[in-house]
């Protein structure tokens, strides 16, 4: 459970739907066409990186650029309270055992004992531990690295949603399920590792498999409120910003790849709007591993 919850940080939840591309085309009257969806996953692997020409194509033939929010704008301080708990701690919702074994094992893999962590949120706490067992062979996630070249060729650039309402989602869960979704996460030896588990999410994304992503992203043991807010929810803010920024100017708009897909997705959602939305398909550049 950890490790999916985890892997909804990074990519974000979605529903199970055919798709051909992560790049899409939209067009139609109440919009300055075209306009681009591009579904992102927030990692520094250089493989989400080898898109070929078609991609960079699209990004400069649009005059703004959007992105769920504005990740160089969000304050230090609004990251701080997002993060940590102000009246709870994990040690509270464990036995004294429990809390031991924690402490170790978090300590063995980040080289600091639950001290330095024990007001951090869990679900913070997870993604954290997951992200260090991540490649960093560039400089920005993905989405960041769009975000920065977006600026340097001057482009208006826009968010689809507030910080707040990311938050808002994840705290849906509770903090005893975040603590018990943690603990067991890294304790329970049945659990496939974090590293089979996402390089099998990163080529499902590769492979334009979006309901591969569904498949290892969902787990139903989540709570419905947590599904509703962090996915239906937002998805249907994003798709109304979306339509709002590209009636000014053409859009080239970067948001969690698994955003896109299903009924509550927000392709389906700007489809109900009367716009189409089709995929466009390029391709991989072959990189070294």
Known sequence: ??????????????????????????SGKKIKSPSYLYGSIHIQDKRVFAFDQIVLDAFMSTEAFAMEILIDEVTPQEIKEAMFMKNNTIEEFLTPEQYKILDSIVKAKTGIGMLMYNKMKPFFLSSQIMQLNLKKEMDDALDLYFLKY????????????????QVAAIDKISLKEQVEMLYKGL??????SDEKKFEELLQAYLNFDLNKLFELSNDTSLPKNFNKAFLIDRNKVMAKNFIKIAKKQTLFC????????????????????????????????????
């Open 187 to 192: 304790t329970d030896t049945t659990i496939s």
């Open 254 to 289: 970067v948001i969690g790849a698994a955003h896109l897909p299903g009924e509550n997705g927000v392709i389906n959602l700007l489809r109900k709007k009367g716009l189409s939305v089709e995929p466009v398909i390029f391709n991989w550049i072959e990189v070294n591993q």
């Open 1 to 26: 459970m950890k490790q999916r919850l985890s892997l909804v940080f990074i990519l974000f939840l979605g529903i199970s739907v055919q798709a051909q591309s992560i790049l899409w085309k939209v």
């Open 150 to 165: 977006a600026r340097k060729e001057g482009k208006t650039v826009y968010k689809v949603e507030k910080f707040a309402h």
